[in-house]
């Protein structure tokens, strides 16, 4: 099992900025690809980035390229999310996920592809 709590959400204006986190415990984090997924109010969970094992390859959704950014500190066995330049359409929660990766250079997109999954935190951005 791999436990994951999400921290670093908040209100913020349009054009700020907020550093999402996320921990992870119970397996070794390195051996997991890692995710960050949001979730609007009346609309379906969607890919934001994703981050392999060893932290050499990310990915980004097309919303988000340019602003966002996504890291890992495995010694620390968190993830993180930098988001810069907010708009109001990326108020959202916003879940990590992780799952296990074979190769270094694995990137998981698909949500149906991660097994775990943290209880969220919401990003909320005013106009």
């Known amino acids: 099992q791999v436990q994951l709590v999400e921290s670093g959400g908040g209100l913020v204006q349009a054009g700020g900025s907020l550093r999402l986190s996320c921990a992870a415990s119970?397996?070794?984090?390195?051996?997991?690809?890692m995710g960050w997924f949001r979730q609007a109010a009346g609309k379906e969970r969607e890919f934001v980035a994703a981050i392999s094992r060893s932290g050499g390859n990310t990915y980004y959704a097309d919303s988000v390229k340019g602003r966002f950014s996504i890291s890992r500190d495995n010694a620390k066995n968190t993830v993180y999310l930098q988001m810069n330049s907010l708009k109001p359409e990326d108020t959202a929660v916003y879940y990590c996920?992780?799952?296990?990766?074979?190769?270094?250079?694995?990137?998981?997109?698909?949500?149906?592809?991660?097994?775990?999954w943290g209880q969220g935190t919401q990003v909320t951005v005013s106009s």
């Open positions: 996920a992780a799952e296990r990766a074979y190769f270094d250079s694995t990137i998981v997109v698909a949500t149906t592809e991660y097994e775990y």
């Open positions: 119970g397996r070794t984090f390195s051996n997991y690809a």
